[in-house]
C-alpha cells in the first residue's frame, strides 16, 4: 500500500535554528499538509498546499513557517527560527482530491525536540 | 465545521465489536463525518466517511441516524492492534480542508 514518507524520524536542533522537515507524498496525490501534535495535546493543521501554493493556513503557520514543493517528490516544511514551543511530532499528509473520497494519508511524523 | 462529542476512553474485548459514538448535533446538510484513528503516536490514520447512508469498508462500519445528529463507528472483531485514539470529525467536503481533531476516544482492546 502506497505511503506518505517522512525524514528524519527524529531531530532535536538548538533554538533558534532552521530545521527543515521533509515528506515524500504518495505519487499520485494532489494536495499536500502539515499536521503538528505538541506532546499530549490535539492533532493541529498547519497548512495545506496545492498546485505550488498555500491554499489554507493556520494560525500557527506564521512567517517562521514555509513549505516548499522543490522537485516533483519531496515536499519539505521549514521553520526559520526555532523555538522551544515548536517542540512537537510534525506529520505529513497526502491526498488525491481534498480527502473527499479516500481521506488523508498521513506520514509516520518527525518529532522535532528544540532544545 | 460541527462540533463533535466523544467519549475519552472505551474498553473491549480482543475478538468483540467495539461500538463508539460519536454526537455531532449541530451538523449541516453538506457535513461527512469523517473517522480517523491514531495508534500510540503515529500519524492520524484514515477509516471511513459517510454522508446519510450507513458505509462499510474493509476496516470498520460507519452507522448513522436518521437525523445525522450523531454517529457509530463499528469493528467488528477488535484486535490488539486496534487499540487507539479514534477521531471523529466532521466536515464539509471540498469546504476547507483542514481536519480539526477533537480529543478522540480512547479505545483499549482487552486480551
Known amino acids: 500500500e502506497p505511503e506518505v514518507t517522512q525524514t528524519p524520524s527524529h531531530q532535536v536542533t538548538q533554538m533558534g535554528q532552521e530545521v527543515i522537515l521533509r515528506c515524500v507524498p504518495i505519487s499520485n496525490h494532489l494536495y499536500f499538509y502539515w499536521y503538528r501534535q505538541i506532546l499530549g495535546q490535539k492533532v493541529e493543521f498547519l497548512v495545506s498546499?496545492?498546485?505550488?501554493?498555500?491554499?489554507?493556513k493556520s494560525e500557527i503557520f506564521d512567517d517562521q513557517f514555509s513549505v516548499e514543493r522543490p522537485d516533483g517528490s519531496n515536499f519539505t516544511l521549514k521553520i526559520r527560527s526555532t523555538k522551544l514551543e515548536d517542540s512537537a511530532m510534525y506529520f505529513c499528509a497526502s491526498s488525491k482530491n481534498r480527502g473527499r473520497i479516500y481521506g488523508y494519508t498521513f506520514g509516520s511524523g518527525t518529532r522535532l525536540t528544540v532544545v | 465545521d460541527a462540533k463533535t462529542t466523544q467519549p475519552t476512553s472505551m474498553d473491549c474485548a480482543e475478538g468483540r465489536a467495539a461500538n463508539l459514538p460519536c454526537n455531532h448535533s449541530t451538523i449541516s446538510g453538506n457535513e461527512y463525518v469523517y473517522w480517523y484513528r491514531q495508534i500510540h503516536s503515529q500519524g492520524p490514520q484514515y477509516i471511513i466517511h459517510g454522508l446519510k447512508n450507513n458505509e462499510t469498508n474493509e476496516m470498520a462500519s460507519l452507522i448513522i441516524t436518521e437525523d445525522r445528529k450523531s454517529s457509530t463507528l463499528i469493528l467488528p472483531h477488535a484486535t490488539l492492534r486496534d487499540t487507539a485514539v479514534y477521531y471523529c470529525i466532521v466536515r464539509v467536503a471540498g469546504g476547507s480542508e483542514k481536519l480539526v481533531f477533537g480529543k478522540g476516544t480512547k479505545l483499549t482492546v482487552n486480551p
Open positions: 498546499f496545492y498546485n505550488n501554493e498555500i491554499s489554507e
